[in-house]
């Protein structure tokens, strides 16, 4: 497990953050930092490293027996118990991860939160946000690729309070230090998922090494 000594977390933050660092996360993330990985490519990574999330993030949910007829006896097996999932991308670059989730879980239901930051207060606010109408008896899975200074992941996460979301799991591939203590300061139920975490941020906010940015490496916009 990577070390996040570095992060001075509390006990408790740090039982809130897993980082998902499987050798084959780490070979696939380093195809997607490589500059030289065109769009296609990318994009599938990024839905591949979003299943491996997947699978960390839904690793305790809750089971219940059920009877199954094989073709040579009835057994009992176990299946997922009362309502499911929900995905919920931070528009745009968290379209990305959806069908990586969705090839996991295909019963899923997807809402979106489209974030924008404030031109006066520069702080971030909804334009856009659309939720499954039973989406505070899931359990949501924010997925963004990028946790940066944390400003759309925390607002995000509020919007969802609002909704009435009780079990709220972030998902990131890459995040900054500062980003990750932002998330874990501002709620203290949220759980984080990230392949990596990077050094630091730049002047403009970019997380170094990072990634570049991975909407427009998604959607071919560079």
């Known amino acids: 497990m990577e070390n996040t000594d570095r992060l001075n977390l509390t006990p408790?933050?740090?039982?809130?953050?897993?980082?998902?660092?499987?050798?084959?996360?780490?070979?696939?993330?380093?195809?997607?930092?490589?500059?030289?990985?065109?769009?296609?490519?990318?994009?599938?990574?990024?839905?591949?490293?979003?299943?491996?999330?997947?699978?960390?993030?839904?690793?305790?949910?809750?089971?219940?027996?059920?009877?199954?007829?094989?073709?040579?006896?009835?057994?009992?097996?176990?299946?997922?118990?009362?309502?499911?999932?929900?995905?919920v991308p931070i528009l745009r670059a968290?379209?990305?991860?959806?069908?990586?989730?969705?090839?996991?879980?295909?019963?899923?239901?997807?809402?979106?939160?489209?974030?924008?930051?404030?031109?006066?207060?520069?702080?971030?606010?909804e334009y856009y946000c659309k939720l499954p109408s039973d989406v505070e008896s899931r359990t949501c899975l924010i997925v963004d690729p990028m946790l940066a200074t944390g400003g759309s992941a925390t607002a995000a996460i509020e919007y969802l309070r609002r909704a009435g979301v009780s079990n709220i799991r972030l998902l990131v591939l890459v995040a900054a230090p500062e980003g990750v203590r932002a998330v874990l300061d501002f709620d203290p139920d949220v759980r984080l998922y990230t392949c990596a975490v990077d050094r630091e941020l730049n002047d403009h906010a970019y997380i170094l090494p990072g990634l570049g940015d991975a909407g427009d490496r998604i959607f071919g916009t560079l």
């Open 12 to 87: 408790e933050q740090a039982a809130r953050l897993t980082v998902v660092d499987h050798p084959l996360v780490q070979h696939k993330l380093s195809i997607l930092r490589d500059e030289q990985t065109g769009t296609k490519q990318f994009r599938d990574i990024v839905r591949e490293l979003a299943m491996f999330e997947g699978y960390e993030a839904t690793r305790d949910f809750a089971l219940e027996p059920v009877e199954v007829t094989t073709p040579l006896e009835t057994c009992i097996c176990q299946h997922l118990a009362g309502k499911k999932v929900a995905i």
């Open 94 to 125: 968290g379209l990305g991860m959806v069908g990586g989730i969705l090839d996991l879980i295909p019963a899923a239901r997807v809402g979106h939160v489209g974030m924008e930051r404030d031109p006066e207060t520069h702080v971030p606010r």
